[in-house]
């Protein structure tokens, strides 16, 4: 099946730092998600990419849909203590038959920021 | 606006118990799933649902039991826990099965231990 390779793992930085982490995939997306996930809650979407080579902004993210379709970055500029979480990519593909939409989720990175 | 809310947030059982944790959403969203977490894993899709009458399997579905008879409830049943289903449980909805400008919305989580 279709897998995501999201890195790093997890990432600890200094508050005021910014931060880069990417999904790869051998595999093209027609969608692209980027989610974070606060201790004990869900994950909650912050930024959504339809079109390849898409760069799009939401405050200090910015996050891009590769020109290839098979992969994603997000960044976070100017790391707050609140920007700790986990930050999960999540790429759609479309199937066989025009609706069996597939959405795969990387493994998640895990971020600290000290402060 | 509620959005998804699950219920209970925390369960322990014994092997063998059965046990139905509860999803409901109020943004009268047709797609509606439910995934496990686990440390290393990221998010696996367990069972699917793309209207109330309709259900699917998704990546781990066995052990898992769902139905969908209103388009605000998708009910998931463990008929007899084993401890390998312990894990965090997320439901999540979106107005249909596309991401394109449909996102999943995630509930906070069930967290159950199966001793």
Same mark, same amino acid.
């Given at each position: 099946?279709?897998?995501? @390779?999201?890195? /790093? ?17 051998? !595999? ?10 606060? /201790?004990?809650?869900? /994950? ?12 799009? !902004? @939401? ?15 997000? @960044?976070? !500029? ?36 000290? /402060? | ?8 947030? %925390?369960?322990? *059982? ?9 999803? #409901? ?17 990221? *998010? ?7 209207? #109330? ?20 409830? %998708?009910?998931?049943?463990? *008929?007899? #826990? #084993? ?6 449980? %997320? ?14 919305? %995630?509930?906070?989580?069930?967290? *159950?231990?199966?001793?």
């Amino acid at each position: 099946g279709q897998q995501l @390779n999201q890195s /790093p793992q997890s990432m600890f930085i200094q508050e005021g730092e910014d931060v880069s982490m990417n999904c790869t995939s051998s !595999s093209i997306f027609n969608t692209w998600l980027w989610y974070k996930q606060d /201790p004990g809650e869900g /994950p909650v979407l912050l930024i959504a990419l339809y079109k390849a080579g898409e760069l799009t !902004s @939401n405050g200090r993210l910015t996050a891009q849909f590769g020109i290839t379709r098979k992969d994603s970055f997000l @960044n976070i !500029s100017a790391s707050i203590p609140s920007d700790v979480g986990i930050y999960f990519c999540a790429g759609q593909s479309l199937g066989s038959g025009g609706s069996n939409y597939k959405l795969t989720f990387g493994k998640g990175t895990l971020l600290t920021v000290n /402060p | 606006n509620a959005g998804v809310t699950q219920t209970p947030k %925390f369960q322990v *059982l014994k092997t063998g118990q059965s046990m139905t944790l509860q999803c #409901a959403q109020d943004m009268n969203h047709e797609y509606m799933s439910w995934y496990r977490q686990d440390p290393g894993m990221g *998010l696996r899709l367990i069972h699917y649902s793309v209207g #109330a009458g309709i259900t699917d399997q998704g990546e781990v579905p066995n052990g898992y039991n769902v139905s969908r008879s209103t388009t605000e409830d %998708f009910p998931l049943r463990l *008929l007899s #826990a #084993a401890p390998s289903q312990t894990s965090v449980y %997320f439901c999540a909805s979106s107005r249909d099965r596309s991401s394109y400008n449909s996102p999943l919305h %995630f509930g906070n989580g069930t967290r *159950l231990t199966v001793t």
